[in-house]
């Protein structure tokens, strides 16, 4: 029986992300073991066998030529917090490779990456999830044994000011020019560009005013391969005329514990930059519930630390809630955020201290 595989990007209408194939066999799953079965009444779980090749985490299968695809799934948490890994054993790449694929396809929320350094990195919601991911991806899918590197928290950059000069990029034939400024985004707009000139993170909440072009009149003067490198020059020049800045991740904390274990709660938090922004009593119980903002990075270890400061008596909580810039310049050493640049870069290969702006400027 042949049915459509529709992946998460197909359009009705269109060949994109859909393919016909044929369902090999039926199967029940029960516990560990797995039967065959013949049909399958409506309302049940059952596995396709022969399709997951086509699909990788989430998709629709149907018979019906003119069925839509059901809507993906959206979490209430992202996968912020990064691990790089790698087999003890060179040669078990393959392996790792291979094991790396079926724990995506496992796992809807965790992301596998391969970083244009060579290296494998796996994204979870939390210290906790990664822990389980590697856990299957050793025992289970790669069964390998492999090297972790320590969590790593995603960053976002940012401009907390506008350019204070007007940034000039010439195409490297010298017949096109740009003419930017980057301005802080207002708040309510998200708009995000891959790769910030600190440390080639993601960034976020900064628009770019496009002032004047100057282009070639001749359009072979003006393709693709003299714009984009200048534009993206421009674009760099920009940012590190405005006052760039790190953003990190913040949990929403909540914590439940008894009256007498609030005081510890403070404690902790207060170590690891986090702040309490309300705190009640449940109704009719002795149980009080702590809602702080505690940053992804100060996460690590939270647990633990908490009950060994609480007595056991501390429960809590953390899902993924917002962005938030991280106090400090980073082009100023010895500051945080200096710091987690200079790391960064130092992890992704790129060369050591920050990017001049002259080298991204040109003159008239």
């Known amino acids: 029986m042949k049915a459509r595989i529709m992946g998460p990007n197909y359009t009705p209408g269109k060949k994109e992300d859909l393919f016909e194939k044929a369902i090999q066999r039926t199967i029940l799953m029960m516990g560990r073991y797995v039967e065959a079965i013949e049909d399958v009444p409506s309302g049940n779980i059952c596995g396709l066998v022969g399709v997951d090749q086509f699909l990788v985490k989430t998709g629709t299968i149907s018979t019906f030529k003119d069925a839509h695809n059901m809507k993906v799934m959206k979490f209430s948490v992202s996968p912020v917090v990064r691990v790089a890994v790698e087999p003890k054993n ?28 060579g290296e494998h990195i ?33 960053y976002r950059e940012t401009v907390s000011a506008e350019s204070d000069q007007m940034c000039l990029s010439k195409s490297p034939n010298k017949h096109n020019r740009l003419f930017m400024k980057s301005v802080p985004m207002p708040d309510g707009f998200q708009w995000a560009t891959k790769e910030g000139v600190l440390s080639e993170e993601n960034m976020r909440g900064v628009r ?3 002032y004047d072009v100057t282009l070639h009149t001749d ?17 760099y020049a920009s940012i590190l005329t405005a006052q760039p800045r790190l953003m990190e991740p913040v949990y929403l904390c909540e914590i439940q514990c008894p009256e007498v274990a609030v005081g510890g709660i403070y404690g902790v938090l207060n170590r690891r930059r986090g702040h309490v922004f309300e ?17 992804v990075n100060e996460s690590f270890g939270f647990t633990a630390d908490l009950r060994s400061n609480t007595g056991g008596q501390a429960f809590p909580q953390c899902v993924f ?44």
């Open 90 to 117: 060179p040669a078990d790449l393959p392996k790792l490779v291979e094991g790396l694929k079926r724990l995506a396809k496992s796992d809807p929320m965790v992301q596998c990456i391969i970083e244009e350094s």
């Open 122 to 154: 796996i994204a979870g919601a939390g210290e906790l999830h990664l822990e389980i991911c590697l856990k299957d991806l050793e025992e289970d899918h790669a069964c390998i044994p492999i090297k972790k590197s320590d969590p790593v928290v995603s």
């Open 208 to 210: 770019f005013n496009i």
């Open 219 to 235: 359009a072979i003067h003006r393709g693709g391969g003299q714009i984009i490198p200048t534009t993206r020059r421009c674009l």
């Open 279 to 295: 705190e009640m009593q449940v109704t009719g119980t002795p149980m009080f519930v702590v809602k702080a903002y505690l940053p």
């Open 321 to 364: 809630d917002h962005w938030q810039v991280l106090p400090g310049d980073p082009t100023d050493p010895g500051t945080k955020p200096y710091t987690v640049v200079q790391d960064t870069r130092k992890r992704k290969g790129l060369k050591e201290g920050l990017p001049d702006v002259a080298q991204y400027l040109d003159k008239l």
